[in-house]
């Protein structure tokens, strides 16, 4: 089994960033595809962006693209959501999930191909 744990969330402004790490243990981490999701007060837990085995392919949501970056070291068995150019409607609580499967083989956009999920961290963004 895999155990997921974020941090890194926090108060900023609008306009600035954060780095969110979300470190892996109890299985392999280069055999996991990675996402990122988040969810707001009173919305369903949307996708933000997903990673594959080897960090060569990469996909986001379309209300992220150009601001955030998601990337991972295998060898520390940790995923990073680099957030700049923060918004307002990015205040979520983020989650980082995992999923055994090839990246190919999922619709990584949906959250019941991830077997896995962390406990969440606070994002807020200030006007």
């Known amino acids: 089994q895999v155990q997921l744990v974020e941090s890194g969330g926090g108060l900023v402004h609008t306009g600035g960033s954060l780095r969110l790490s979300c470190a892996a243990s109890?299985?392999?981490?280069?055999?996991?595809?990675m996402g990122w999701f988040r969810q707001a007060p009173g919305k369903e837990r949307e996708f933000v962006a997903a990673?594959?085995?080897?960090?060569?392919?990469?996909r986001y949501s379309d209300s992220v693209k150009g601001r955030f970056t998601i990337s991972r070291d295998n060898a520390k068995s940790t995923v990073y959501l680099q957030m700049n150019s923060l918004k307002p409607e990015d205040t979520a609580v983020y989650y980082c999930?995992?999923?055994?499967?090839?990246?190919?083989?999922?619709?990584?956009?949906?959250?019941?191909?991830?077997?896995?999920w962390g406990q969440g961290t606070q994002v807020t963004v200030s006007s």
């Open positions: 999930a995992a999923a055994p499967k090839p990246f190919s083989k999922m619709v990584i956009t949906t959250t019941l191909e991830y077997n896995y």
């Open positions: 990673i594959n085995w080897s960090g060569g392919i990469t």
């Open positions: 109890g299985r392999t981490f280069s055999t996991l595809t």
